[in-house]
Nanobody, 126 residues
Framework: QVQLVESGGGLVQAGGSLRLTCTVS????????LGWFRQAPGEERSFVAT????????HYAESVKGRFTISRDNAKNAVYLQMNSLKPEDTAIYYCAATRDYGLGWNLKISDYNYWGQGTQVTVSS
């Protein structure tokens, strides 16, 4: 059974930083693209960042470019999201996701991913 477990969320003041971790079990992520999405109250889940199986191809939503960094550690079967210069509008539940990477381009859509975590709450106060 594949499980993705996010951690590292919490309450932070605007301008602060958090580092989210997603640990995957039941599946080796070596050949997977990994992504982070978020869902704010009353809104749909939206794309934040994705990283290819090689780690060489990375893409961010415009709203987080220059502030967030996605990375992966295949040895630890984990993906990370470093979030700096946080803003109140970054408040959301953050989800990690995984899918086999066939090298066909960035995986930006919810439907691109087969495996999802339960999410971790990030709250940024003003």
């Amino acid at each position: 059974q594949v499980q993705l477990v996010e951690s590292g969320g919490g309450l932070v003041q605007a301008g602060g930083s958090l580092r989210l971790t997603c640990t995957v079990s039941g599946r080796t992520i070596t050949n997977d693209a990994l992504g982070w999405f978020r869902q704010a109250p009353g809104e749909e889940r939206s794309f934040v960042a994705t990283i290819s199986w090689t780690g060489s191809s990375i893409h961010y939503a415009e709203s987080v470019k220059g502030r967030f960094t996605i990375s992966r550690d295949n040895a630890k079967n984990a993906v990370y999201l470093q979030m700096n210069s946080l803003k109140p509008e970054d408040t959301a539940i953050y989800y990690c996701a995984a899918t086999r990477d066939y090298g066909l381009g960035w995986n930006l859509k919810i439907s691109d991913y087969n495996y999802w975590g339960q999410g971790t709450q990030v709250t940024v106060s003003s």
